[in-house]
């Protein structure tokens, strides 16, 4: 598979209700203005195409540039998974940003996003004993506690 990975405005619409639809993330589809408006004010967007020009990923988050870099999403259409799609927009990201000082994203617990995270070089807070950090969430959707 021939990948393209560019960084640049967001997907149109309809590309990006399917692709979020595809990896079941139905609280950013059913809202797609909210959607469209969440990624046009995003600091940075990177998509993967294959040569047909088809949207396979996308990579999106905010950052001042210097200090801080937030993955918000990264999502691959299920088609794609596991043929490096996730890599390539995760690496672009990193050599773009290598300068920034802390890079954060949450993720799921499962061992496959654990392990693709670290093998770029990402530390779990759970695990950090040098450098005790500690990450803290709130999401006004749901009741944590």
């Known amino acids: 598979m021939t990948l393209t990975v560019l960084s640049g405005p967001p997907p149109d619409l309809s590309e990006l209700l399917a692709l979020y639809?595809?990896?079941?993330?139905?609280s950013y589809t059913r809202?797609?203005?909210a959607l469209a408006r969440a990624l046009r004010q995003s600091g940075f967007v990177w998509t993967a195409?294959?040569?047909a020009g088809t949207l396979l990923g996308l990579v999106r988050g905010v950052t001042d540039d210097v200090s801080i870099l937030y993955v918000?999403?990264?999502?691959?259409?299920?088609d794609s998974q596991r043929r490096g799609v996730g890599r390539a927009l995760m690496e672009a990201v990193?050599?773009?940003y290598a300068h920034v000082m802390q890079m954060v994203?949450?993720?799921?617990?499962?061992?496959g996003q654990l392990a693709f995270y670290r093998s770029l070089g990402f530390h779990n807070t759970?695990?950090?004993?040098?450098v005790p950090t500690n990450a803290f969430y709130r999401d006004s959707r749901v009741e944590l506690a």
């Open 21 to 26: 639809a595809s990896v079941g993330w139905t």
């Open 31 to 33: 809202d797609p203005q």
């Open 49 to 51: 195409r294959d040569e």
């Open 72 to 78: 918000q999403d990264i999502l691959v259409h299920p």
């Open 94 to 96: 990193l050599e773009r």
């Open 105 to 111: 994203l949450l993720t799921d617990d499962g061992p």
């Open 126 to 130: 759970r695990e950090l004993v040098r």
